[in-house]
């Protein structure tokens, strides 16, 4: 089937710095994705989402871009944390049973955010 | 709120055995999923509920597996037998509404590891 989450599997920044996850997708059609974040012994936690009609969203420290064109979406940490460091994923919110309103969450393999002190 | 509950945190067994896992989703929500987390296939959905009804097993691996939803606070996943190829950590999330803009809230998680 179609995939999602295509990126690297670690990334190590320095605390301060600035972090960009990056994500690709295969299906043009994909309209809504999510990033999630995943603590180690935690379950994946909420962090931003950006649907099709849009190229960029805002949250607080983050930022996700979206290029319909390429294909391509990423998630980017002002300021790097040590709390931030966790594993990042990018999941498409794909529709079911051939309802727009409904969709079931299609989870990339995640980014392993380093945050060196 | 709690958020999602999830029990045991840990489970070992042998194989053969009958594992349950259980999950108690946040109140309000009706919405409810289960997903299986490895390093070689990642996070992937087995099963949903709407309103305590399953909606979407296709994720389910085979008829080893089975999930219920009593009622609108609890739901249990069952594997039996059970075997190696299943350890892994099994989460149980849930959500409010039918819209696809409604976030998923996600339990801690069920680490199964089968002998």
């Known amino acids: 089937g179609e995939s999602v989450g295509l990126h690297l599997p670690t990334l190590s920044v320095q605390e301060g710095d600035n972090s960009i996850i990056n994500c690709a997708y295969s299906n043009s059609a994909s309209d809504y994705f999510i990033w999630y974040k995943q603590e180690s012994g935690k379950g994946p936690q909420f962090i931003i989402d950006?649907?099709?009609?849009?190229d960029k969203r805002q949250g607080q420290r983050v930022t996700v871009l979206l290029n319909k064109t390429v294909k391509h979406l990423s998630l980017q940490i002002a300021a790097t944390q040590p709390g931030d460091s966790a594993v990042y994923f990018c999941?498409?919110?794909?529709?079911?049973?051939?309802?727009?309103?409904?969709?079931?969450?299609?989870f990339g393999q995640g980014t392993t955010l380093q945050v060196k002190p | 709120d709690a958020g999602v509950i999830q029990s045991p945190r840990h489970e070992v067994t042998e194989m053969g055995q009958e594992v349950t896992l259980r999950c108690k989703p946040i109140s309000g929500h009706d919405y409810l999923f289960w997903y299986r987390q490895t390093m070689m296939r990642g996070l992937e959905l087995l099963i949903y509920?709407?309103?305590?009804?399953?909606?979407?097993d296709s994720g389910m691996p085979e008829d080893r597996f089975s999930a219920k939803m009593p009622n609108a606070s609890f739901s249990t996943l069952k594997i039996q037998p059970s075997e190696p190829r299943d350890s892994a950590v099994y989460f149980c999330?849930?959500?409010?509404?039918?819209?696809?803009?409604?976030?998923?809230?996600f339990g801690p998680g069920t680490r199964l590891l089968v002998l």
């Open positions: 950006i649907r099709s009609n849009m």
């Open positions: 999330a849930s959500s409010r509404g039918t819209g696809r803009q409604e976030t998923q809230y």
């Open positions: 999941a498409e919110n794909r529709p079911i049973h051939g309802s727009s309103n409904t969709g079931k969450l299609i």
């Open positions: 509920f709407n309103n305590n009804v399953p909606i979407d």
